[in-house]
T-cell receptor
Framework: AQKVTQAQTEISVVEKEDVTLDCVYE???????LFWYKQPPSGELVFLIR??????QNEISGRYSWNFQKSTSSFNFTITASQVVDSAVYFC???????????FGDGTTLTVKP | DGGITQSPKYLFRKEGQNVTLSCEQN?????MYWYRQDPGQGLRLIYY???????QKGDIAEGYSVSREKKESFPLTVTSAQKNPTAFYLC?????????????FGQGTRLTVV
């Protein structure tokens, strides 16, 4: 069975602060994909990043960065210099390529105050 | 513009009635998914389809039914057997269920039982 745990239910920061969203996963598969999605108030989930299980390189995209550590089964997401527009619910997901389906965490609601 | 269209955005249903949620995509994606989202919870998979005329139950399929007669359409019927249907329903698609698994989401349908 697969499981994704996002321990932080809600996070509130002040604009320009850095913030890290944690994601820990469980799977017996050796090949899998990890994702982060953003859900703004409009409701539609927006894809942010995909990482496969064989690629542990960290990635930076503008103010966003991701730290994948297979040894601790974690795929954490950091927003640097947060902005009010970053306020949303963020989901971490684990995709099982054999079954063709994903397991989502419960999400972290991020509120960035001006 | 390519994307996923869910309709209606809001839906009210009387207890005991069946209701069908529409999901259409023009991305030429093979795989399509239905998720249910409850407040404070992540997305739970209801049904998914990796190819036309084929679909599989997800984690919470009881009380729901789907069809996949056309590649671009994956309607979800919430039947009277679903005990607690009030929720936010999200449809998604991906190129396939394997390596190209980034999912594109619709804007969701909020179903309320009155």
């Amino acid at each position: 069975a697969q499981k994704v745990t996002q321990a932080q239910t809600e996070i509130s920061v002040v604009e320009k602060e850095d913030v890290t969203l944690d994601c820990v996963y469980e799977t017996r598969d050796t090949t899998y994909y990890l994702f982060w999605y953003k859900q703004p108030p409009s409701g539609e989930l927006v894809f942010l990043i995909r990482r496969n299980s064989f690629d542990e390189q960290n990635e930076i995209s503008g103010r966003y960065s991701w730290n994948f550590q297979k040894s601790t089964s974690s795929f954490n997401f950091t927003i640097t210099a947060s902005q009010v527009v970053d306020s949303a619910v963020y989901f971490c997901a684990l995709h099982n390529t054999n079954a063709g389906k994903s397991t989502f965490g419960d999400g972290t609601t991020l509120t960035v105050k001006p | 513009d390519g994307g996923i269209t869910q309709s209606p955005k809001y839906l009210f249903r009387k207890e005991g009635q069946n209701v069908t949620l529409s999901c259409e995509q023009n991305l030429n994606h093979d795989a399509m998914y239905w998720y249910r989202q409850d407040p404070g919870q992540g997305l739970r998979l209801i049904y998914y389809s990796q190819i036309v005329n084929d679909f599989q139950k997800g984690d919470i399929a009881e009380g729901y039914s789907v069809s996949r007669e056309k590649k671009e359409s994956f309607p979800l019927t919430v039947t009277s057997a679903q005990k607690n249907p009030t929720a936010f329903y999200l449809c998604a698609s991906s190129v396939d269920g394997g390596f190209n698994t980034e999912a594109f989401f619709g804007q969701g349908t909020r179903l309320t039982v009155v």
